[in-house]
């Protein structure tokens, strides 16, 4: 029993006939690889697609719907369908599941990322299976993230996850999609996220998926900077093939992470879709913050933009303007803009005992360094 915690990710492209609806077959055959790799020990969570597809004829559509609200609503239908089919298919190997639905808003409040953790762990203990989709028919475009890819990374790193598994309908990462490029070579491992791949990922995607090869990629570059492993690839033929993948016989794109594992609390700030503040520090700050891992001081700020409070998120950028990383601050927005520049000392004496840095070094997380890959626009794309 090794109780690793996978997280496997299945896209619409793999869960779907030719003619876009929910295929009963894909599903079982993936709820048997997953149910292999429980019973071997793992703790398993699925984050699964499917429920537009399995919705949206009973809308009456005979393809997939392309608004917002067609989608919402065929969602509605399809989520309960979909979660149903797993209950029955999971039933026939002695498996239970349970659905769980999130919405980007969920990880920017630390109480509610806190009680989808805490869920999640209570389903895991007892050796449920907790089925995981975005909450379309509520989300709106706002507080969506539309498709499952960054989900799936962001769960993984809740849950300090130790594989995060995609599953497409291509057998890894190419040099270019090879739908459109018959040349295009598989990449079978991409090394430390900072190393980039010679890879052209653009906005092209499986008729009915929704981010392409390039949200699976900024994905797992978000997954492999939290230190978990990360594997995309196409469902194998044999039961076993989860169980293969996770022990590196997988013959789709393995991507190794960084060796340092993230904090719980460094995978929220990071997670954080919307901070509430911008601040644009000096020179010597952003040495400080970024080459010499040194909290952040109010006399190191020249900018301060936005309504934040003390304890919410602000995003930090040096003096060009480049993005630094992001944190928490200890300091409201109000305070910061008549403090900016002062000293320690000066600081005290206007507001005594109140805390020294802006943000403390245990809550700050530096932005990505280079993509990892070439990706191209959706302009650049159609050159
Ligand atoms: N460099 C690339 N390597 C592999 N696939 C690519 C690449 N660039 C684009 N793609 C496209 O990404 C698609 C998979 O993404 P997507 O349609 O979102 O699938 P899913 O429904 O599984 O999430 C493939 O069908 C392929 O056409
Ligand atoms: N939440 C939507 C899926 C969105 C999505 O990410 O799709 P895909 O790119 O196929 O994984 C649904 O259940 O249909």
Redesign the pocket.
């Known amino acids: 029993m090794n109780h690793k915690t996978v997280i496997v990710k299945i ?4 869960l779907t006939d030719d003619s876009g609806k929910l295929d009963p077959e894909a599903l079982q055959a993936h709820v048997k690889a997953l149910t292999r790799l429980k019973q071997t020990g793992s703790r398993v969570v699925l984050v699964s ?1 499917g429920a537009v597809a399995a919705g949206f004829h009973e809308l009456g559509l005979t393809h997939r719907p392309r608004s917002l609200a067609g989608k919402q609503a065929a969602a509605a239908i399809g989520q309960g369908h979909l979660v149903q089919r797993y209950r029955e298919a999971f039933s026939t190997h002695g498996e239970i599941c349970a659905q769980v639905l999130l919405t980007r808003s969920d990880f920017d409040h630390r109480v509610r990322f806190l009680n989808a953790l805490h869920t999640l762990q209570f389903l895991l203990e007892r050796g449920i299976i907790p089925v995981i989709n975005e909450n379309d028919s509520v989300a709106v475009d706002e507080i969506r993230w539309g ?3 960054i989900l799936a990374a962001l769960v993984a790193g809740l849950l300090q996850a130790d594989w995060l598994l ?5 057998d ?8 459109d490029h018959p040349e ?1 070579k598989k990449v079978h491992r991409i090394g430390p996220v900072d190393m980039s791949p010679p ?4 906005y ?3 008729s ?9 990629l900024i994905a797992a570059r978000k997954a492999s900077r939290a230190g978990i492993r990360v594997y995309i690839g196409t469902a194998g033929e044999s039961p076993d093939w989860m169980l293969d993948a996770v022990k590196e016989r997988g013959s789709g794109t393995y991507m190794d992470p960084e060796s340092r594992r993230s904090s719980r609390k460094e995978q929220w700030i990071a997670a954080h879709s919307r901070p509430r503040g911008y601040l644009k520090v000096d020179e010597g700050a952003a040495r400080a913050l970024v080459e010499r891992g040194k909290s952040l001081l109010p006399c190191g700020i020249v900018e301060v933009d936005g309504n934040f409070k003390a304890g919410e998120i602000v995003e930090v950028a040096g003096p060009e303007g480049s993005p630094l990383g992001r944190g928490v601050t200890r300091f409201s927005a109000q305070l910061l803009r008549r403090v900016k520049g002062w000293n320690t000392r000066e600081i005290s004496r206007l507001v005594p005992n109140h805390p020294e840095e802006v943000i403390h070094r245990n809550d700050w997380v530096s932005s990505p360094a280079e993509a990892p890959a070439t990706i191209q626009s959706p302009q650049e794309a159609s050159r």
């Open positions: 896209g619409t492209s793999s697609s498709d499952n890819d995609f599953v497409t309908d291509t890894g990462l190419y040099t270019a999609n090879p739908l295009a890879v052209k990922v653009d092209s995607k499986s009915l998926g929704s981010g392409g090869m390039r949200a699976k």
